[in-house]
């Protein structure tokens, strides 16, 4: 089977590396991909969001199967495109239509959806350009912080809680009245702030059939206590230790199943990831967003604890035989940290050399997955804001972070910087 691979980070390089030990794989192509992708795999230099190139390449290269991993393709509609097309009928598309992917696309939509379908979720109100002065209005009916959402795709630049009530209002005035955010802050989402903590639930479904991948909690902040700005993420766990029998079991039936019977109900297509951010308030799921996509840095920590072929899951997928699929995961845990650029998520610089990728261990003990990068004159350099995810694979949350921590620190380039508490909070609760 010839599979293209549309992305670049380290989502899509964790993907390639697990699609790469598939029997059923016969060239892999990942576009426009990294210095890792580079390794197991052809890179090609196509833009995700072209779609007429990405169809070229497909029909020249007898493509078997396109698997979207970044939400920006699929909320501008590229399995609708090929869908619609006369010349891809046999084509396996992996990622769901443009109806399915508003889910992600605009918060406004996803709330209404689980208000639809009893759902738990926090009570929310949205507001549009032109009701900059009901939306002020509005902060006096809830209590802070105050969680103030865009409605579109806002590249992790989209979320402001504050405890401030003027933070609150002049990030309204930049989003409704400035434009700050372009399109995607046309509309806000105000939603009454859950105190809790947070995890990721990961489901692979078809609209009807589902299978559950494992559970993972991401560190969001810049530094070390959770503190500084949001980032795309400086680490992950999986699978994450609170995640009891209880909460699994009330996350499937008050949360995984109404999502996908809603689906089904409202005649909304799905064929790929549902990646439900939940948090836990006492012993309760809430959903806060969904994605439409894998998480990065959680694909990270989530694929190496496959132990079935993924190729062959998205072939259950691609063929309605989902529900036949037996989904099998080890019995271990993996924790990976993020090394960063000097700087970021503010300004930062590309090109700097990377050292010490050849010294990784044991694919069973770890493995680095390559975020923003590139190869350049021979070298891999740094290519974006988070560069690379060292992965580490143990019997515990212990072991696992140790092993990830030893190759954060084996690894060197110019301005390095990352997280020292990844882990830190629930190793706490279970030593």
Request: charge should be negative; hydrophobic fraction near 35%.
């Amino acid at each position: 089977m010839n599979v293209l691979l549309l992305g670049s980070g380290g989502r899509e390089h964790a993907m390639a590396w697990k699609l790469s030990q598939s029997s059923l794989l016969s060239k892999l192509y990942v576009a426009p991909g990294n210095a890792g992708t580079e390794q197991i795999a052809t890179n090609v230099s196509l833009n995700p969001m072209d779609f007429s190139a990405v169809d070229r390449y497909i029909r020249r290269n007898s493509i078997n199967m396109l698997i979207v991993g970044p939400e920006a393709p699929l909320v501008a509609g590229i399995v609708d495109y090929f869908e619609e097309s006369s010349k891809h009928k046999d084509l396996v598309v992996i990622g769901p239509p443009k109806a399915g992917a508003l889910l992600e696309g605009s918060k406004d939509f996803a709330k209404a959806f689980m208000a639809r379908h009893n759902i738990p979720t926090a009570d929310y109100q949205t507001f549009k350009s032109g009701e900059l002065k009901q939306a002020k209005a509005h902060l006096d009916k809830i209590n802070p912080p105050y969680v103030i959402k865009a409605d579109g795709l806002a590249a992790g630049k989209g979320v402001i809680i504050t405890e401030n009530r003027q933070k609150a209002e002049s990030t309204l005035e930049d989003m409704l009245e400035n434009s700050s955010l372009g399109e995607a802050g046309t509309k806000v989402v105000i939603e009454q702030f859950m105190d809790g903590i947070e995890v990721s639930s990961f489901v692979v479904t078809d609209g009807t059939a589902y299978k559950i991948l494992p559970s993972a909690k991401d560190y969001k902040r810049a530094y070390d206590g959770d503190k500084g700005p949001n980032t795309g993420g400086m680490g992950a766990i999986s699978p994450v230790p609170f995640v009891d029998a209880e909460f699994h079991e009330k996350t499937l039936n008050q949360i995984i199943i109404p999502t996908i019977k809603g689906l089904r109900k409202d005649n909304i297509p799905f064929n790929g990831f549902v990646f439900i951010g939940l948090i836990k308030v006492g012993s309760d799921p809430y959903v806060i967003e969904y994605n439409c996509r894998l998480g990065d840095p959680e694909s990270e920590v989530i694929l190496p604890l496959l132990k079935s072929d993924l190729l062959h899951l998205f072939d259950s997928l691609g063929s309605g035989l989902l529900s036949e699929y037996d989904l099998q995961i080890e019995d271990k845990t993996a924790a990976t940290v993020m090394l960063t650029s000097g700087g970021y998520p503010g300004d930062y610089s590309k090109g700097k050399q990377i050292n010490g990728l050849e010294n990784t261990p044991k694919e069973t003990e770890g493995i680095v997955f390559h975020a923003g990068t590139k190869t350049s004159r021979g070298k891999v350099v740094t290519a974006g804001g988070r560069v690379l995810a060292c992965t580490g694979i143990g019997n515990g949350l212990e072991q696992a972070l140790e092993r990830s921590y030893k190759l954060a620190e084996s690894i060197s380039f110019s301005d390095k910087q990352y997280r020292k508490d990844i882990g830190q909070d629930v190793l706490v609760k279970v030593v």
